[in-house]
């Protein structure tokens, strides 16, 4: 395995969604789609959740250097810490405390960003998944499904809906597939 290989299976992979860099606080036509991002402002990042510690500690204004792997090829681009849209900075820290385990306070951070912009698909995913991860399931799936209305082409999504109902099937004591 090459060492370009070796940095794209360890690195954070952008989404594939047109505004990520503004999503990131970082503004239009900065970062693009599909982007790895291996460095920013000199620190290693090995997972999104390096990412998102590393730009909510970065002031507003400040320029930073970011080395991204962007078809093939390392690259590196200045870009300027930015604001984040309410409903994006409501959605990160919805997901802050839904990885340390308070699925409560999460569900609300994610209730306000949805409030914000009824049409987040992505908020609905992961209220969704803190629903799941509390033990609601139905919850979980109404919010896959409306995920699932709002962007029908984001296979993850029905994963995410298909493995809940398996766990509603499985707790009804019913084998798969009967």
Same mark, same amino acid.
């Given at each position: 395995?090459?060492?370009?290989? +070796?940095?794209?299976?360890?690195? $954070?992979?952008?989404?594939?969604?047109?505004? !990520?860099?503004?999503?990131? &606080?970082?503004?239009?036509?900065?970062?693009?789609?599909?982007?790895?991002? !291996?460095? #920013?402002?000199? +620190?290693?990042?090995?997972?999104?959740?390096?990412?998102?510690? $590393?730009?909510?500690?970065?002031?507003? &204004? +400040?320029?930073?250097? $970011?080395? !991204?792997?962007? =078809?093939?090829?390392?690259?590196? +681009?200045?870009?300027?810490?930015?604001? %984040?849209?309410?409903?994006?900075?409501? #959605?990160?820290?919805? @997901?802050? *405390?839904?990885?340390?385990?308070?699925?409560?306070?999460?569900?609300?951070?994610? /209730?306000?960003?949805?409030?914000? @912009?009824?049409?987040? *698909?992505? *908020? #609905?995913? @992961?209220?969704?998944?803190?629903?799941?991860?509390?033990?609601?399931?139905?919850?979980?799936?109404? /919010?896959? /499904?409306?995920?699932?209305? %709002?962007?029908? =082409?984001?296979? !993850? #999504?029905?994963?995410?809906?298909?493995?809940?109902?398996? =766990?509603?099937? @499985? *707790?009804?004591?019913?084998?798969? &597939?009967?």
């Amino acid at each position: 395995m090459s060492e370009l290989e +070796k940095k794209l299976r360890e690195n $954070v992979t952008l989404p594939l969604w047109p505004d !990520v860099g503004q999503m990131l &606080g970082l503004g239009k036509n900065s970062i693009d789609p599909g982007d790895v991002i !291996v460095k #920013f402002d000199g +620190k290693e990042i090995k997972q999104y959740r390096d990412l998102t510690r $590393v730009l909510d500690d970065t002031p507003v &204004g +400040k320029q930073a250097a $970011v080395l !991204v792997i962007r =078809k093939g090829k390392e690259e590196t +681009k200045t870009v300027t810490i930015g604001r %984040l849209p309410e409903h994006i900075a409501l #959605f990160r820290q919805g @997901n802050t *405390a839904r990885y340390s385990g308070d699925y409560d306070r999460a569900i609300v951070a994610y /209730d306000e960003a949805i409030r914000l @912009n009824p049409n987040y *698909a992505v *908020a #609905f995913i @992961n209220r969704g998944l803190a629903y799941e991860q509390k033990g609601d399931n139905d919850r979980a799936i109404a /919010d896959y /499904d409306e995920a699932i209305r %709002l962007d029908p =082409k984001d296979a !993850v #999504f029905f994963c995410y809906r298909g493995k809940a109902k398996l =766990k509603i099937k @499985n *707790a009804s004591g019913r084998k798969l &597939g009967s």
